[in-house]
């Protein structure tokens, strides 16, 4: 099971900055940025299929966002900018193994989760 951990939340203004990271085990074919806000189902941020490099974002944070990777260090990092009050939630690091739908809630290893709180 990959151990994945998340550092970097906080709390910061609207238009402030805020990158998160996350420490794995190991890299899995997905590795994503999730995001959970009370009321609504988790849903992925940015995600990464590590055999192809390809970078999937949601429309609400392209521009803003940028996910990147440490291979050396086998860290994942989510770079946010100009946040919104909107951007509000815990935000999930998590892995997924080939077969697993990388935007999906479902499966896949999840961190623990590190909070945003972005005030107006």
């Known amino acids: 099971q990959v151990q994945l951990q998340e550092s970097g939340g906080g709390s910061v203004q609207a238009g402030g900055s805020l990158r998160l990271s996350c420490a794995a085990s190991?890299?899995?074919?997905?590795m994503a940025w999730f995001r959970q806000t009370p009321g609504e189902e988790r849903q992925a941020v940015a995600t990464?299929?590590?055999?192809?490099?390809?970078?999937y974002y949601d429309e609400s944070v392209k521009g803003r966002f940028t996910l990147s990777r440490d291979t050396v260090k086998n860290a994942l990092y989510l770079q946010m900018n100009s946040l919104k009050p909107d951007d509000t939630g815990i935000y999930y690091c998590?892995?997924?193994?080939?077969?697993?739908?990388?935007?999906?809630?479902?499966?896949?290893?999840w961190g623990q989760g590190t909070q945003v709180t972005v005030s107006s």
């Open positions: 190991e890299f899995t074919y997905c």
């Open positions: 990464l299929r590590t055999t192809t490099n390809k970078i």
């Open positions: 998590v892995a997924k193994r080939s077969g697993q739908r990388c935007e999906s809630p479902n499966n896949g290893n």
